[in-house]
């Protein structure tokens, strides 16, 4: 079942209009990527066409894309024998006009369909135009839910044609709600630890899930306290973070080292500020870079462990 968890404004103005019988056709919902718009989207999906079906046995055909009344636009992998690599870029004109069907099909009264649009954000320039005209003249009896990251970068024409829900980042506690929902099992040290990851959003921190967060801040945390003069963290680190398998924990500990750097700098004055704001800059360009670049892992790892020892008290190497 679908978990909505915060940002009860947004929830409860959405609530007032379909219960107020001033519902209207197109829903554009904003905010930070990753804080629940799309969760919450499928969820009033649910809502909206639960009818005689019953909410979970409509949760059960959404889920298996078997409702008949719903509609979900996604990027599509580039190949359908692998849908878990190779993403589209955009979601193309071609998925826009395939809602022609459920457009075309007669409704019962107080009948409802939906298309959940997730994001809107990711739509080819000629989508969205496609997508326009359905919104400039609604179908009877639709809603269009829109998830976008960044309003600001859609058509005029399309933002004025939506209600807009914002959402907004959730709280620690919220995030932590979710990730229990997520897995009961998961241990509070690593929740933690995703919290902190997380910014308000539970969906950056699900990111994370299952790479052993809270066992990377440790290390982290240990090279920062004494500067790993042996260099035997940063190197069990370099070898353990290298390696396809462990890009998603490599990854991981790009974003966290600059955080960590971070957190330091705010507790400090003088001239360990300064060294800690050099050392958050580099720390920063080279998580941008290594990617980007695609660097050697283990040396990237080295070199970047290197910049945390400079937290270390009376370190000054790096």
Excluded at 93 to 108: C, G, H, N, T
């Amino acid at each position: 079942m679908t978990i909505v968890v915060g940002n009860a404004a947004a929830r409860a103005a959405f609530a007032a209009a379909v219960t107020g019988g001033a519902l209207h056709h197109a829903w554009l919902l904003t905010g930070p990527e990753g804080v629940g718009k799309a969760s919450f989207a499928r969820a009033a999906a649910v809502d909206l066409l639960a009818g005689r079906e019953g909410r979970e046995r409509t949760e059960a055909m959404i889920t298996a894309d078997a409702h008949h009344g719903y509609r979900e636009l996604v990027r599509l992998p580039k190949d359908p024998d692998k849908p878990d690599q190779d993403i589209a870029r955009s979601i193309v004109i071609k998925q826009v006009r395939a809602l022609q069907p459920l457009f075309a099909r007669s409704l019962e009264p107080g009948e409802r369909r939906v298309v959940l649009i997730d994001a809107i954000d990711d739509l080819e320039r000629a989508a969205a135009n496609a997508l326009l005209k359905n919104l400039e003249e609604p179908p009877v009896g639709t809603v269009f839910l829109l998830v976008s990251h960044a309003p600001g970068r859609l058509l005029p024409t399309i933002r004025s044609r939506c209600r807009q829900l914002r959402f907004d980042p959730l709280g620690d506690a919220e995030v932590a709600q979710v990730l229990r929902a997520h897995d009961p099992e998961m241990q509070d040290d690593e929740i933690a630890a995703l919290v902190a990851v997380a910014d308000g959003s539970p969906g950056r921190a699900l990111a994370f899930a299952g790479l052993s967060i809270a066992a990377l801040d440790r290390d982290l945390a240990a090279i920062a306290a004494d500067g790993d003069p042996a260099n035997r963290v940063r190197t069990r680190l370099a070898k353990a973070l290298s390696g396809k398998a462990a890009h998603p924990r490599y990854l991981a500990f790009l974003d966290r080292a600059p955080a960590l750097i971070a957190a330091a700098a705010r507790a400090r004055t003088g001239p360990a500020l300064r060294d800690a704001l050099d050392a958050y800059d580099r720390a920063r360009a080279l998580s941008a870079m290594a990617p980007a670049l695609s660097l050697v892992a283990e040396t990237t790892v080295f070199e970047m462990a290197g910049l945390v020892a400079r937290l270390a008290p009376d370190r000054r190497d790096g």
